[in-house]
């Protein structure tokens, strides 16, 4: 094995000698044998991979938080709608509920027209052999910092809520719904 100064030498010998590729792999290997064994400014490299760590997790925390955010609006949202829709099914029929669980859940979204409503009159999730409507409230949101990390531009939010449909409960002899999920 060759010491680092016998290696010096053996460059230095080969300068004076006639030019080849062997002088220009010396002098490479001598410039980065001189940034490896320098010590000034060696925290740069360890603090730019810290600052990718940090964003991606900053990524996760914010746009996470703004994620369960939407959703908690998107579900009081499925779920007024869902009720809504199995009162007017209820009164008149499935394609009014359809039609007006989609408008109710237009009018109280935050998202407005973003937001993808989906209405349908469905089998009860308590398999009790009864109707119930089924609203499913889906918003994109724009990604910002995660977009580094994962090159998706938007994050898809989505809440179901289920309002099964009762035909006369009671002694009153109307038909009112339940909030199933």
Same mark, same amino acid.
């Given at each position: 094995?060759?010491?680092?100064?016998?290696?010096?030498?053996?460059?230095?010998t080969r300068q004076f000698a006639k030019p080849d590729n062997s002088l220009h792999l010396c002098k490479t290997v001598g410039v980065l044998g001189e940034l490896?064994?320098?010590?000034?400014?060696?925290?740069?490299?360890?603090? $730019? &991979?810290?600052?990718?760590?940090?964003?991606?997790?900053?990524? &996760?925390?914010?746009?996470?938080?703004?994620?369960? &955010?939407?959703q908690s609006d998107n579900q009081r949202v499925a779920d007024l709608a869902a009720y809504g829709g199995a009162l007017i099914y209820n009164a008149s029929g499935s394609n009014a509920a359809k039609s007006a669980a989609s408008n109710i859940a237009a009018l109280n979204s935050p998202a407005?027209?973003?937001? !993808?409503?989906? $209405?349908? !009159?469905? $089998?009860?999730?308590?398999?009790?052999?009864? &109707?119930?409507m089924q609203v499913t409230v889906t918003t994109r949101l724009p990604m910002y910092l995660a977009r580094v990390l994962t090159g998706n531009t938007n994050l898809s939010v989505a809440a179901t809520a289920?309002?099964?449909?009762?035909?006369?409960?009671?002694?009153?002899g109307r038909s009112t719904a339940l909030l199933v999920q």
């Open positions: 094995m060759i010491s680092r100064s016998e290696r010096r030498w053996v460059c230095r490896l064994s320098d010590d000034r400014a060696a925290i740069s490299v360890p603090s $730019a &991979l810290c600052l990718a760590v940090v964003i991606g997790i900053s990524a &996760l925390s914010v746009e996470f938080g703004h994620a369960l &955010l939407q407005g027209d973003s937001a !993808i409503v989906t $209405a349908d !009159i469905v $089998a009860s999730p308590r398999d009790n052999g009864k &109707l119930a289920y309002a099964e449909i009762e035909p006369s409960i009671g002694s009153t």
